[in-house]
Nanobody
Framework: VQLQASGGGSVQVGGSLSLSCVAS????????MGWFRQNPGKEREFVAA????????LYADSLEGRFTVSRDSAKNTVYLQMNSLKPEDTAVYYC????????????????????WGQGTQVTVSS
């Protein structure tokens, strides 16, 4: 599956952004989708994940409830709504797909993800 992320940009502290990730290719059958982020010189970190049917979600503890992940299976699209943004949220955000068995917790680990999008930059300034 191929992933195309979009929606990044620049926003002031406290603002909101919504990222999208469209999946395409034969076939769209990823059981789960996740969002990760990375800053230069740092490891890529888990942000959020959503199950194949959208019923279950998982978030990094550090987000403190500010982000919401969801999916629209009819549009083959996963979303990340980011509210109350902070300067430390500045990063390149990547969407990823997981094509395998297991629990939601597996998608916290980038090495388990099977497909990656190209990344979209989010910059939060004060």
């Amino acid at each position: 599956v191929q992933l195309q992320a979009s929606g990044g940009g620049s926003v002031q502290v406290g603002g909101s952004l919504s990222l999208s990730c469209v999946a395409s290719g034969p076939p769209y059958s990823a059981p789960g989708m996740g969002w990760f982020r990375q800053n230069p010189g740092k490891e890529r970190e888990f942000v959020a994940a959503v199950s194949s049917n959208g019923a279950r979600t998982l978030y990094a503890d550090s987000l403190e409830g500010r982000f919401t992940v969801s999916r629209d299976s009819a549009k083959n699209t996963v979303y990340l709504q980011m509210n109350s943004l902070k300067p430390e949220d500045t990063a390149v955000y990547y969407c990823a797909a997981y094509a395998g068995p297991g629990t939601m917790a597996i998608m916290q680990h980038e090495w388990r993800m099977t497909s990656w999008g190209q990344g979209t930059q989010v910059t939060v300034s004060s």
